[in-house]
């Protein structure tokens, strides 16, 4: 790919549960043998968040699988907390967006640059049951028009 970037995982989740506002680039601070878990795409994305503690940001409940013929370097806990590495001014703008009532903020992707772990995360705001089903229906009525114009094309 262009740039060196190879995405290992994307959270699908987070664009279907909330309005994705704005987004980030952080690296992240692991151990041991968890980058080649990553490689490996031993991660899963789907419930994790982004927590403010101490003036720093931290990801939660992201599991990487312990990587096997790491031997004792590849003995981790799973689903500790990671300290994300951002700018202090990306991280102050995180943290009062997050304080805001209704915003939060999510992994959405993982992808390696140049042979670190980065990770894409989105400053977000709840979607409401009704605005879910509305993307639903956009998206289905999009496929059928799609599908429909490709079948006159081809008469």
């Not at 503690?53 to 096997?68: A, F, K, Q, T």
């Amino acid at each position: 790919m262009s740039d060196g970037i190879k995405v290992i995982a994307r959270n699908r989740k987070a664009s279907h549960d909330y309005h994705l506002e704005q987004t980030f680039e952080a690296g992240v601070a692991l151990m041991g043998a968890e980058i080649k878990s990553i490689r490996a795409n031993r991660i899963n994305l789907q419930d994790g968040y982004v927590e403010f503690r101490d003036g720093e940001l931290w990801l939660l409940n992201v599991h990487i699988s312990p990587y096997e013929q790491g031997g004792i370097y590849g003995t981790f806990e799973p689903m500790r907390p990671r300290k994300l590495l951002l700018h202090k001014r990306e991280i102050a703008l995180i943290i009062s967006r997050i304080s805001e009532r209704g915003y939060t903020c999510v992994p959405t992707s993982i992808y390696l640059r140049k042979g670190r772990a980065k990770f894409e995360i989105a400053l977000a705001k709840g979607k409401k049951t009704y605005d879910k089903r509305a993307a639903i229906a956009k998206r289905d009525s999009d496929r059928e028009i799609r599908q429909a114009m490709k079948e006159n094309f081809r008469d």
